[in-house]
């Protein structure tokens, strides 16, 4: 059964950084667009940042533009998170998003739950 797992939230000042990761099991990041999402309380989920298979990366929202790195790691089959200078606006649960246009499949986490407080 594939599985994506994340892993890295928490609560964090306004200000600071987090790095948030997520595993793959039974399935190859390198052979996905690998995406991360985020849902604050009463808004839509919406998207990050995402990573082609090629590593190319796609885009990321413009809120996090310059703020947020997303990288692929294929040795550890992992996708991270790199977010700096986080503001309060950023808190939301973090998805971890896997979809390949070949066959349609696609496959989500179960979250992180990001807080930027002080």
């Known amino acids: 059964q594939v599985q994506l797992v994340e892993s890295g939230g928490g609560l964090v000042q306004p200000g600071g950084s987090l790095r948030l990761s997520c595993v793959a099991s039974?399935?190859?990041?390198?052979?996905?667009?690998m995406s991360w999402h985020r849902q604050a309380p009463g808004k839509e989920r919406e998207l990050v940042a995402a990573?082609?298979?090629?590593?190319?990366?796609?885009n990321y929202a413009d809120s996090v533009k310059g703020r947020f790195t997303i990288s692929r790691d294929n040795a550890k089959n992992t996708v991270n998170l790199q977010m700096n200078s986080l503001k309060p606006e950023d808190t939301a649960m973090y998805y971890c998003?896997?979809?390949?246009?070949?066959?349609?499949?696609?496959?989500w986490g179960k979250g992180t739950l990001v807080t930027v407080s002080s």
């Open positions: 998003y896997a979809y390949r246009s070949y066959s349609g499949s696609h496959y």
């Open positions: 039974k399935l190859s990041v390198s052979n996905y667009v």
């Open positions: 990573v082609t298979s090629a590593g190319s990366t796609l």
